[in-house]
């Protein structure tokens, strides 16, 4: 079941944006297709992790909801394969309490993860909450998207350089690739250096809409962010922990 939907046609082609569903569920695909496009979204919908593949590369959507288990290349294959290439915004579906599927999620890139079953509002909740900090919420007139395009000012930290307009990270000049979440919480803990962060105040920074999200995400996230930046700088220790209060950024 690997097909296009379109979204309703009352709102014209440029407004919409596209989630691609990579699950073996057919009933899931179905469903969660539906209330997408009822919201106003396109959709893409992919029974299996190669074919899907293939096709995010191809034609990347603005964000894609991948199930972990799947036959032929699960989600957790497809987001590492996916990550070579691409920063597309990426949701994860876990089987309940599997914390070992959610913490390889995160380390591998994903922005979020829903456990089955879930609620269709929660995951709509997830989806709005990307798109709008992705910059790519066509829904946002006027609001955060623009602004995103307007904020122009870069970060300059020591041997750190951001760029919020082009979703862009230097480390000493050289790239790194980071997700919309962790370029969120990176930018929080980098505009005030040495001040500590609390895990809940880095989640507000990455997660404004009030949406559910535990101290294992964030903590996920900073592992995932130092080991990419140990891949350019292998000494890399700008982002400190200080146990049982949070983190902070050490421009020096």
Do not use: C
């Amino acid at each position: 079941m690997d097909s296009d939907h379109s979204a309703p046609e009352d709102r014209p082609a440029s407004d919409r944006r596209t989630i691609a569903l990579v699950d073996d569920d057919r009933n899931i695909l179905t469903t969660v297709s539906i209330a997408l496009q009822a919201e106003g979204y396109a959709t893409r919908l992919y029974s299996d992790g190669e074919t899907a593949f293939k096709a995010l590369l191809e034609n990347p959507p603005d964000l894609a909801v991948f199930d972990i288990k799947m036959p032929r290349m699960d989600g957790l294959e497809l987001l590492r394969r996916l990550r070579e290439h691409s920063p597309l915004p990426v949701i994860f579906l876990t089987s309940k309490d599997d914390e070992q599927d959610e913490e390889a999620g995160l380390e591998l890139g994903a922005d979020d993860y829903i456990a089955k079953p879930f609620s269709l509002r929660l995951l709509l909740a997830r989806i709005r909450a990307i798109l709008r900090r992705s910059g790519a919420d066509g829904e946002q007139k006027g609001g955060p998207a623009i602004a995103a395009d307007q904020a122009t000012e870069m970060l300059s930290r020591g041997r750190l350089l951001m760029d919020p307009a082009r979703h862009r990270v230097l480390w000493d000049g050289r790239p790194v690739s980071l997700t919309v979440t962790e370029f969120l919480i990176l930018e929080a803990l980098a505009v005030r250096p040495g001040v500590i962060k609390s895990r809940n105040q880095l989640m507000d920074a990455a997660y404004p809409d009030d949406v559910f999200v535990d101290d294992r995400t964030v903590d996920s996230h900073i592992k995932r962010m130092r080991r990419k930046f140990r891949a350019v700088d292998p000494a890399f220790d700008a982002i400190d922990t200080l146990y049982g209060a949070g983190y902070s950024f050490a421009d020096g």
